[in-house]
């Protein structure tokens, strides 16, 4: 038994990197997984490896920076699973300023 069995866990950024990692740890320690990002190839990719060592995991294409969006995959979720146990929030990029002072409020917004 894993120490995540059964629950639901949802890992945005999960195609590639920390949140690939994170998802397939998950996967192995029992979770059913929604594997978020805005790229589905990577994500597909990451759901099929999981699969075939016998998880559960499905893929979902979503643009965390759209409010609508990310409500919509937790509403999507909900009605799927019944629950949400477990929220990874991974998903994010750098800025291309590299200093905190001359980052603006769009831009803020947009990292965070």
Same mark, same amino acid.
């Given at each position: 038994?894993?120490?995540?069995?059964?629950?639901?866990?949802? #890992?945005?950024?999960?195609?590639?990197? #920390?949140?690939? *990692? @994170?998802?397939l740890m998950f996967? =192995? =320690?029992?979770?059913?997984? /929604?594997? @978020?990002?805005?790229? /589905?190839?990577?994500?597909?990719? $990451?759901? =099929?490896? #999981?699969?075939?060592?016998?998880?559960?995991? $499905?893929?979902?294409? +979503?643009? !965390? %920076?759209?409010?609508?969006?990310?409500a919509e995959l937790?509403? &999507?979720? !909900? *009605? %799927?699973?019944?629950? /949400?146990? +477990?929220? $990874?929030?991974? @998903?994010?990029?750098?800025?291309? +300023?590299?200093? #905190?002072?001359? /980052?603006g409020p769009e *831009? &803020?917004?947009? $990292?965070?």
């Open positions: 038994m894993g120490h995540l069995d059964g629950q639901i866990a949802i #890992i945005t950024g999960a195609g590639t990197g #920390i949140g690939r *990692e @994170a998802a996967a =192995e =320690e029992g979770a059913h997984l /929604v594997l @978020a990002g805005r790229r /589905v190839d990577p994500l597909n990719a $990451v759901a =099929e490896i #999981i699969k075939s060592k016998g998880g559960t995991a $499905v893929a979902r294409s +979503v643009d !965390l %920076e759209n409010g609508d969006s990310a937790g509403t &999507w979720t !909900l *009605e %799927e699973y019944g629950q /949400v146990d +477990v929220l $990874v929030n991974n @998903a994010g990029h750098s800025s291309r +300023v590299r200093s #905190i002072r001359y /980052v *831009e &803020w917004n947009s $990292v965070f």
